[in-house]
T-cell receptor
Framework: KNEVEQSPQNLTAQEGEFITINCSYSVGISALHWLQQHPGGGIVSLFM?????KKHGRLIATINIQEKHSSLHITASHPRDSAVYICAVRGVSNYQLIWGAGTKLIIKP | EAGVVQSPRYKIIEKKQPVAFWCNPI?????LYWYRQNLGQGPELLIRYENEEAVDDSQLPKDRFSAERLKGVDSTLKIQPAELGDSAVYLC?????????????FGQGTRLTVV
């Protein structure tokens, strides 16, 4: 079993829909990252969380430390949001990021 | 601020040839990471530097891969000789400190194709 599990693996939605991507992890963490990767492009850090909730524009990220679960939400989705969204956690005993497999999101106009 | 800069963006080489990637981290960032990302998978850490010291290279295939970070700033990652299985995106990232609450910033990556 992977230490970081994301769901769904693939998600296709219509423009304007509310999007939720989930991340569950099984290890103790010091922080959780949500990142975005466009095809052929580098990785952009969206959020870094250790508790609670963060909001940036149409993106919202939440984390529940007790349940070892985080969600990334996109409101009023747009085709330019199409990308792979990756959840990664940083362990408490080392500084290595443990990566989820990513969620490929396609927003159709 | 230019962010983390990597070059080249793309590289196609024949197997058994050498190849090198270059990374310029964000100014002032002490920690530098090299990752390899295979298609459809998350990045895999190859090596982590604290200043000029490689503090975690346990996942670097040392028979053919080497890295250096002279003067604790720019870094190069080299593969010699390259194999077909080395085709991947090589990502460089940097952060101010290595700790869990320090955000890492990523470069655009170098897409390597070995033919």
């Amino acid at each position: 079993k992977n230490e970081v599990e994301q769901s769904p693996q693939n998600l296709t939605a219509q423009e304007g829909e509310f999007i939720t991507i989930n991340c569950s992890y099984s290890v103790g963490i010091s922080a959780l990252h949500w990142l975005q990767q466009h095809p052929g492009g580098g990785i952009v850090s969206l959020f870094m969380l250790s508790s609670g909730k963060k909001k940036h524009g149409r993106l919202i990220a939440t984390i529940n430390i007790q349940e070892k679960h985080s969600s990334l939400h996109i409101t009023a989705s747009h085709p330019r949001d199409s990308a792979v969204y990756i959840c990664a956690v940083r362990g408490v005993s080392n500084y290595q990021l443990i990566w989820g497999a990513g969620t490929k999101l396609i927003i159709k106009p | 601020e230019a962010g983390v800069v990597q070059s080249p963006r793309y590289k196609i080489i024949e197997k058994k040839q050498p190849v090198a990637f270059w990374c310029n981290p964000i100014s002032g960032h002490n920690t530098l990471y090299w990752y390899r990302q295979n298609l459809g998978q998350g990045p895999e850490l190859l090596i982590r530097y604290e200043n000029e010291e490689a503090v975690d290279d346990s996942q670097l295939p040392k028979d053919r891969f080497s890295a250096e970070r002279l003067k604790g700033v720019d870094s190069t990652l080299k593969i010699q000789p390259a194999e077909l299985g080395d085709s991947a995106v090589y990502l460089c990232a940097s952060s101010l400190f290595p700790g869990g609450n320090t955000e890492a910033f990523f470069g655009q990556g170098t897409r390597l194709t070995v033919v």
